[in-house]
């Protein structure tokens, strides 16, 4: 699976949009863009995923760049419960047993 | 249920003890997993089962650390002989099929192991 990067922390305020940018480079054409959360003390949770084509659900935006090299994650109005590090990680599909592998992701913190 | 459930959320245990942490996926998943997060670190990943297949040990830390899933829901990971190292939070996660590009993983809230 292609390696990603991304800033180790970050900013915002509350009700701003949150922009978390990750870095891949050197992903292939078979590999999704998934972003997961871990907030304090608890389980990570599932985001978001998606291949090329711009995503979004309840929680967030996914925008991929046209080249795929990068994507940003989007909280559309942060809000102190949004603290928590986020992880971007890709995933090839169909690769099948293999686990989700976890960098260090970048810690968000929401400000009043 | 709803979500995957760990069991016990806390777990303190003396140096040398053997201590068994549960997990219950979520029904019908068929992927279960088992990671570890030590102190301010990121996730490790420990152990792989899906459906009747051998598990993947590839994560296992040592020869101390075993897991077993019967009947294909519930896990149990096994850490013999406990050392103050081992102390960690133990995530399980489950997913529908095995971690392909397009299923995502759900995880549980975790059991939280000191060692004393």
């Known amino acids: 699976d292609a390696k990603t990067t991304q800033p180790p922390s970050m900013d915002c305020a509350e009700g701003r949009a949150a922009n978390l940018p990750c870095n891949h480079s050197?992903?292939?054409?078979?590999?999704?863009v998934y972003w997961y959360r871990q907030i304090h003390s608890q389980g990570p949770q599932y985001i978001i995923h998606?291949?090329?084509n711009n995503e979004t659900n309840e929680m967030a935006s996914l925008i991929i760049t046209e080249d795929r090299k990068s994507s940003t994650l989007i909280l559309p109005h942060a809000t102190l419960r949004d603290t928590a590090v986020y992880y971007c990680?890709?995933?090839?599909?169909?690769?099948?047993?293999?686990?989700?592998?976890f960098g260090k992701g970048t810690r968000l913190s929401v400000i009043a | 249920g709803a979500g995957v459930s760990q069991s016990p959320s806390n777990k303190v245990t003396e140096k040398g003890k053997d201590v068994e942490l549960r997990c219950d996926p979520i029904?019908?998943?068929?992927?279960l997993y088992w990671y570890r997060q030590s102190l301010g670190q990121g996730l490790e990943f420990l152990i792989y089962f899906q459906g009747n297949s051998a598990p993947d040990k590839s994560g296992l830390p040592s020869d101390r650390f075993s897991a077993e899933r019967t009947g294909g829901s519930v896990s149990t990971l096994t850490i013999q002989r406990t050392q103050q190292e081992d102390s960690a939070v133990y995530l399980c996660?489950?997913?529908?099929?095995?971690?392909?590009?397009?299923?995502?993983?759900?995880f549980g809230q975790g059991t939280r192991l000191t060692v004393v």
């Open positions: 996660a489950s997913s529908l099929r095995p971690m392909t590009g397009n299923t995502e993983a759900f």
């Open positions: 050197t992903i292939s054409g078979n590999e999704y």
């Open positions: 990680i890709v995933r090839v599909a169909g690769s099948g047993n293999t686990p989700l592998v």
């Open positions: 998606g291949l090329k």
């Open positions: 029904s019908g998943h068929t992927a």
